[in-house]
């Protein structure tokens, strides 16, 4: 499996971001989707989630602010960022798994064994 993250970057306090991701190596399965950030020094922690059947799962900082949304025709993940604070800023990673996760799982990133490289989010005053 392959997971590509495109969309980042730098932006003031308040602004908006659309990341994307693309997901390829597979041909079945359902599959469950997530967001993940990682800061300088901080451990990676989960952001948004979604399950195949649409079920979502989001941060408490980033409830509000954040929606996550795929499109199933073509394997391809989103994270609308609004009103962006300094503390969004990371690294932010795509994430899969089979099967739908999120419900039961939440965003524990031991569930899922596929990340792609990553997309860095600045927010600057």
């Known amino acids: 499996v392959k997971l590509a993250e495109f969309g980042g970057g730098s932006v003031q306090i308040g602004g908006s971001l659309r990341l994307s991701c693309t997901a390829s190596g597979y041909t079945y399965g359902t599959t469950c989707m997530a967001w993940f950030r990682q800061a300088p020094g901080k451990e990676r922690e989960g952001v948004a989630g979604?399950?195949?059947?649409?079920?979502?799962k989001y941060a408490d900082s980033v409830k509000g602010r954040f929606t996550i949304s795929r499109d199933n025709t073509n394997d391809t993940l989103y994270l609308e960022m609004n009103n962006l604070k300094v503390e969004d800023t990371g690294m932010y990673y795509c994430?899969?798994?089979?099967?739908?996760?999120?419900?039961?799982?939440?965003?524990?990133?031991?569930?899922?064994?596929?990340w792609g490289q990553g997309t860095q989010v600045t927010v600057s005053s």
């Open positions: 979604i399950d195949s059947d649409g079920t979502t």
């Open positions: 994430t899969l798994a089979f099967g739908d996760l999120i419900g039961p799982y939440g965003l524990n990133k031991d569930i899922f064994a596929q």
